[in-house]
């Protein structure tokens, strides 16, 4: 069973910085495509970036382009999203998710993806 575990999350200023990691686990992830999600209080679950397991091509939602970077390390099954220039707005819980193949081509919908770790809270201070 796969399974995903986030980790990282913490209290920063803004203007900070914070990496989450996700480790992945369960299975062989060759085909995947690996996505981190936010979702804050009231409000829907929103795409953050995504990235394929083989090839490590990367999609980034429009409020953290420029900021937010996500990789993998395929050797240790993680997936880190480094987050730069925080904004009190990036405050919420953060979800790792894993899309199995044959992958969606809706990869910044939540729907799209079959397996989701349980969250990791970051807050951004002003």
């Known amino acids: 069973q796969v399974r995903l575990v986030e980790s990282g999350g913490g209290l920063v200023q803004a203007g900070g910085s914070l990496r989450l990691s996700c480790a992945a686990s369960g299975r062989t992830f060759s085909g995947y495509v690996m996505g981190w999600f936010r979702q804050a209080p009231g409000k829907e679950r929103e795409f953050v970036a995504a990235i394929r397991w083989t090839g490590g091509n990367t999609n980034y939602g429009e409020s953290v382009k420029g900021r937010f970077t996500i990789s993998r390390d395929n050797a240790k099954n993680m997936v880190y999203l480094q987050m730069n220039s925080l904004k009190p707005e990036d405050t919420a819980v953060y979800f790792c998710?894993?899309?199995?193949?044959?992958?969606?081509?809706?990869?910044?919908?939540?729907?799209?993806?079959?397996?989701w770790g349980q969250g990791t809270q970051v807050t951004v201070s002003s």
């Open positions: 998710a894993a899309d199995r193949p044959p992958v969606s081509a809706n990869y910044y919908l939540p729907p799209a993806y079959d397996y």
